[in-house]
Each structure stands twice: as structure tokens, then as C-alpha cells.
């Protein structure tokens, strides 16, 4: 995709500022000016350039409710999230996505093995939901299917290694949150409903999950290999 006008200033701010910092006094001087007319002359603030490099990247898979999703889908948002060094956000709408956002370098990847993941334990709640007895109450088929994803979800959770956002990472996308969604709030999830079994349903769907491996990308050669390796 090109680059608009104003982007191709802010990388240009980016470099200039990086000179800034120059060793070169007189080298140093000349790219804070530059900085600074460019700045003026484009309407450009300091907020500008530090949120160029947050960006957001929405999957469209999201096979659940948006207004009150289950608790085992937010629970995967929150490994991606984790894994990645990103927040989420999700799309409402006749068609509910979900947007990754932080460090431009990072959620793409993310949203990536969202897709992969999701439609991973989906299929797998699915499957242990048919392997039911056919003469038990729908509600108690859920309930069971729920307890399997908490279950699939907590096993995944425990290969994840955590990529900590730093506290400006943090500000930046906070601050990117409000001015791009000012009206977004926030969803504790729907709970699992409570049924007979749900235990075992829950430790079939941790003893499933433990097979799944997340490979942590960090480029784009490695995001080839992860659709390989899961």
C-alpha cells in the first residue's frame, strides 16, 4: 500500500530526530531544525510521530457473540495480547472482527495466529460437543463445550512467554485507543453455564490444548513457519 503524504513526513521526522541526537553538535542542530520547520509547516505535534508507530490489524474470524463473547474467547484474546506485546478490540456489528493494536512490526503477526487459534479451539469445542450423548439437553452440550475451551485455552496459556508492552508502548496505545475509538468500553465475557461433567469436559479440553504449540514470530519468514508448525 503507498505511503500518503503525511506518512512519508513522519518517517522523515523519525529519521531527522534519530540525526538529532547526533554525536555531531553541528549535525545535530541541523536536523532539530529541520525537525522543527517540517513540524510547523505540516501541523505535525510530538503525539503525531510516536503513534506512527502504532497501527491496528483486524481479523475478521470471530465465531461468537460480540456484546457478551464466552469467557474462554477472551481468554485467547488475552495469550495473543501477551504472546504479542499488543491490546485487542472488538468489532461489533452483523459481522463481529477483532482489531490487533500496538507496535506496527508486531500485530500483524498477531492477528495472524488469532486466526489460526481460534479456528483451532473452535473446531475442537465443536468436536467434543459431538461426541456427546444426543439425548442431553442442548444447554448442558454448551455448558460441557464451554468448559472444554476454558480448558483447551488454560493449556495454551501455559506455553505462552510473555511479551511484556513497555509503559510507553502502553501510553501510546492507550492514547491511540481514544482517539481512533473514543466510545469503546469494555466486556467481562459470559461464563460457562453450570452442568454435570463440566469438570471432565474442562480437563479433556486442557489435555487437548497441551498439544497445541505457539510459535512467537517475530518477522515475516518466521510467520510462514508458524503456518507450518501449527
Known sequence: MPMTDKEKV??????LLALSK???????????????????????TRDDIALSDIDESISNYWAAGSVNPPRYMLGLLGIIQAAFGVESIIHSGHKPSVGFYGNKDRVELASY???????????????????QNKRIKSTTKT??????????????RSEVQLFAMTREERELARLWLEQKYPDSGTTTGREAGK????????????REGENVRLHQ??????????????
Open 113 to 131: 495466529t488469532w486466526d489460526v487459534l481460534a479456528r483451532q479451539l473452535i473446531t475442537a469445542r465443536k468436536k467434543h460437543i459431538g461426541q
Open 217 to 230: 514470530p517475530v518477522s515475516g519468514h518466521e510467520q510462514r513457519k508458524l503456518g507450518s508448525g501449527l
Open 195 to 206: 452442568s454435570r461433567d463440566a469438570d471432565l469436559s474442562r480437563h479433556i479440553g486442557y
Open 143 to 156: 455448558s460441557r463445550g464451554d468448559k472444554f475451551a476454558e480448558g483447551w485455552v488454560l493449556a495454551v
Open 10 to 15: 513522519l518517517e522523515k521526522l523519525k529519521k
Open 22 to 44: 547526533s554525536d555531531n553538535p553541528h549535525e545535530a542542530s541541523l536536523a532539530l531544525q529541520r525537525v522543527q520547520k517540517l513540524m510547523q509547516a505540516y501541523g505535525i
